[in-house]
């Protein structure tokens, strides 16, 4: 069975503030890579939806890689899974809310 995608408010945000920064600095392809590893991950969490590894902060929050810069945190619910956000591992840790 298919698990439902739902992406919050803030994790569509985020979403769109990258793909922004890189139609803006960077060659379309890598726009185009970025938006389908993410869509390629996503898929892949129908299939492995604990892949993701826990938050210390809140064991019920997951994280993956979709590139070395950025990371997914989802929440795996009976039936769902919530896209949270995403996070560019560039930043300081301490602004990273999930882990």
């Known amino acids: 069975m ?3 995608i739902e992406w919050t408010a803030n994790a569509i945000e ?5 793909v922004d920064y890189l139609l803006k600095e960077w060659p379309l392809k890598v726009a185009a890579d ?3 590893n993410l869509e390629e991950r996503v898929d892949n969490l129908n299939s ?3 892949i993701g590894m826990a938050s210390l902060k809140d064991p019920s929050i ?3 890689v979709i590139t070395k810069h950025n990371k997914l945190y ?3 619910s009976p039936g769902k ?5 995403i996070f560019d591992t ?9 882990d």
């Open 14 to 18: 985020d979403y769109k503030q990258v």
């Open 62 to 64: 997951r994280s993956i």
């Open 2 to 4: 298919a698990l439902k």
């Open 90 to 98: 560039r930043q300081s840790p301490g602004k990273n809310k999930y």
């Open 81 to 85: 899974i919530e896209i949270l956000g």
């Open 74 to 76: 989802y929440r795996n």
């Open 34 to 36: 970025f938006v389908n």
């Open 48 to 50: 492995f939806p604990n």
